[in-house]
């Protein structure tokens, strides 16, 4: 017999998991989440999203002290000295306090937190295996899955996480590498590059297609990569990595081209494996209880979250789409509402995408080249930083603000931003694109002066012909 009963059991602490939890608590539902971390937030929170942000910020304060501040007028005495243990303990505080403020909600909306590995059992319910190997079952009316996403391996090459990373390895250096190969040029690999480049490591990168951020429109790729090139990063594209060997004192890579040809080698003293995340479902015994998987590994679910298994239910990295954590704790939200009896639903075209990176890269809705891949005609609007008085103003000129338009009826397909705050300025055309907007609708929105959001009036205005500035 189960121990316990509930409406709904989550599997998963993460954002999908605990914003599902809080959600489907406040609609009346008795709620159980199961986690095996001892802090909820999964990796978002621990090791992913929030760590790496504090590290961005207080890496970014260090390059503006040690380089930025003569052009306002600022002299030092010295240069900036780097405390590395202050900053990494600064970072674990900000974790602690976000991972800390979930309890609270949980024990506030009365959610069970039940701290172990949940696995499915065949004929229903839930088994959670505790730390110390003890078990408990758990009947529920709905289960969740929500499990999230684990480091992608790289064949040939053994994640130890001391000279050979992941992410997680990455944000816990002790000290600053002298020379630093990231392996994979996406979201991830370019803001911990950039992180440990302005600390002081030579960084390059390697990247197996033709271009860093392959997922975001081409001309955004292009300015990422020359823009931090300026900064110092160095990039090898199209290159693939075919083994390492780790020492005492560093690893060397072994490369070749992707399309083939002459392998190489690269020496490094650090390398963070940064390739991509896959779906985290072993041990959760889908096999089982009968839950299908599809081709790429993925929980195939409909557009209600469902699996095949009725009452069973997955949302966030361990189902189709992007691995953002908005998009995990967004489908989180709406798969409770919809299993309460409510009409919400997902977008999946108003969903933006972030690099945090200096400057930002953002981006939601269709790039160029799926508009012409999929036989679109749009009109294309731009405005560059340049010529914005408030990015003057604040010496962050680099980029621009793009916006893509049906060509027939004026409507938002896409917008692409590089720049200062870019990650605040997409919510803008996210706004715009979930309401249907016109690139004319922003266009006649008065925008107030001096602002950077004023680039975003202005590239709709591009699209129209009207460009009042350029």
């Known amino acids: 017999m189960a121990d316990q009963a509930f409406d709904l059991v989550v599997i998963g602490g993460g954002p999908a998991g605990y914003i599902a939890a809080i959600r489907a608590a406040q609609l009346g539902m008795a709620v159980a989440c199961v986690d095996k971390r001892p802090r909820l937030g999964g990796t978002c929170l621990n090791v992913g999203c929030i760590p790496s942000k504090a590290l961005l910020q207080s890496s970014e304060l260090f390059e503006e002290t040690g380089h930025g501040l003569a052009q306002h007028g600022i002299t030092l005495t010295a240069p900036p000295r780097l405390d590395l243990a202050q900053m990494q303990a600064r970072k674990d505080k900000v974790v602690e306090g976000l991972t800390d403020g979930i309890a609270y909600l949980f024990k506030k909306n009365k959610i069970a937190w039940i701290k172990g590995a949940g696995a499915l059992k065949a004929g229903g319910g839930v088994r959670v295996t505790a730390e110390d190997g003890s078990v408990s079952d758990l009947a529920a009316k709905h289960i969740l899955i929500a499990t999230g996403s684990e480091v992608t391996p790289l064949p040939g090459v053994t994640i130890d996480e001391k000279r050979i990373l992941s992410s997680t390895g990455a944000l816990a250096l002790a000290k600053v590498p002298k020379t630093l190969v990231v392996v994979g040029g996406g979201y991830i690999g370019l803001e911990l590059g950039t992180v440990w480049r302005r600390l002081g490591a030579e960084v390059t990168v390697v990247e197996f297609l033709d271009r860093v951020t392959p997922g975001m429109d081409g001309e955004v790729s292009k300015q990422m990569q020359r823009i931090l090139a300026r900064q110092g990063l160095k990039f090898r594209l199209g290159m693939k990595v075919s083994g390492a060997k780790a020492t ?27 390739i991509g995340r896959r779906p985290y479902t072993q041990g959760l015994g889908l096999e089982a209880a009968g839950v299908a998987l599809d081709a790429r590994g993925r929980i195939a679910t409909d557009t209600d979250f469902r699996t095949n298994v009725p009452g069973i239910y997955a949302v966030g990295d361990v189902i189709a789409g992007p691995m953002l954590a908005h998009k995990a704790e967004h489908e989180g939200a709406v798969c409770v509402e919809r299993i309460a009896g409510h009409k919400s639903q997902v977008n999946y075209d108003a969903i933006p995408g972030v690099v945090y990176t200096w400057p930002e890269a953002a981006a939601v809705g269709r790039t160029e080249e799926e508009l012409k891949a999929a036989g679109i005609a749009y009109r294309v609007g731009k405005f560059p930083f340049t010529a914005n008085a408030r990015a003057r103003a604040n010496a962050t000129t680099d980029g621009q603000v793009k916006i893509l338009a049906d060509a027939t009826t004026d409507r938002i397909l896409g917008a692409h931003i590089v720049g200062a705050d870019a990650g605040n300025l997409i919510h803008e055309l996210v706004i715009a694109i979930e309401f249907g907007a016109s690139s004319e609708d922003i266009a006649e929105i008065c925008h107030a002066h001096p602002t950077l959001n004023e680039s975003v009036m202005e590239a709709a205005l591009n699209v129209l012909g009207r460009s009042l500035r350029i």
Do not use: D, H
């Open 248 to 274: 005492k004192s560093g690893v060397t890579l072994s490369i070749e081209p992707a399309a083939g040809g002459a392998a190489e080698t690269l020496e490094a003293e650090v390398v963070l494996v940064s």
